[in-house]
């Protein structure tokens, strides 16, 4: 089991540029997060998804979109990067929503 | 109080006292808890969980204690040690909307 897996790890972007974010988890959970954090902070919900086929907004969605179109993938999609997505993202996942989550390592990434 | 410079709350206590990390959570639909430790460069680890039907949960050296009437959890580390030393954050699921949000988190620093 290798978890939740995030790729890459880090990755510097120019405004405008666009980029993907992949999450993988391979205990066939149903509902997966994605968070930012920034520096200091607290993780804020960006999507979330509670199975294959049905995202939703969390918190703080402008700028980003999301699909989920198998249980094991859920992609993280900034169409036009700003400075202000400057920060650490994390995916997370679970079996249900009374059940633990658990995060995979964090993509750290630089608008600049 | 808040710490400057950081965002967040921060606990300072010596080696071997207990420490106690509090959260208030913001929805009263929310019926399962979480608190997760999150060390410097790494992602949220979970510690302990517990439903609504329980005020009060145990695992090893930490205890969760949950009061509905007033929306608040507490994490209890008890003979806290130098590598207890991290970020502390509460969660809460949201009830019906399956969302997994975070609270604003507390550094614990343990001196020796």
């Known amino acids: 089991n290798a978890g939740v897996t995030q790729t890459p790890k880090f990755r510097i972007l120019k405004i405008g540029q666009s980029m993907t974010l992949q999450c993988t988890q391979d205990m066939n959970h149903n509902y997966m997060y994605w968070y930012r954090q920034d520096p200091g902070m607290g993780l804020k919900l960006i999507y979330y998804?509670?199975?294959?086929?049905?995202?939703d907004k969390g918190e703080v969605p402008n700028g980003y979109n999301v699909s989920r179109s198998t249980t094991e993938d859920f992609p993280l999609r900034l169409e036009l990067a700003a400075p202000s997505q400057t920060s650490v993202y994390f995916c997370a996942s679970s079996s249900s929503p009374r059940d633990r989550g658990i995060f995979g390592p964090g993509t750290r990434l630089t608008v600049l | 109080g808040e710490s400057v410079g950081l965002h967040l709350p921060t606990l300072s206590v010596q080696e071997g006292d207990n420490s106690i990390i509090n959260c208030a959570y913001s929805?009263?639909?929310?019926?399962?808890f979480i608190w997760y430790k999150q060390e410097s460069g790494k992602g949220p680890q979970f510690i302990i969980d517990i439903r609504s039907n329980m005020d009060k949960r145990q695992g090893q050296r930490v205890t969760v204690l949950l009061n509905k009437t007033v929306k608040h959890l507490s994490l209890q580390i008890a003979a806290t040690q130098p590598g207890d030393s991290a970020v502390y954050f509460c969660a809460e699921n949201g009830g019906a909307t399956n969302k997994l949000i975070f609270g604003t988190g507390t550094l614990l620093a343990v001196q020796p």
């Open positions: 998804s509670v199975g294959a086929g049905i995202t």
């Open positions: 929805n009263s639909a929310s019926d399962y």
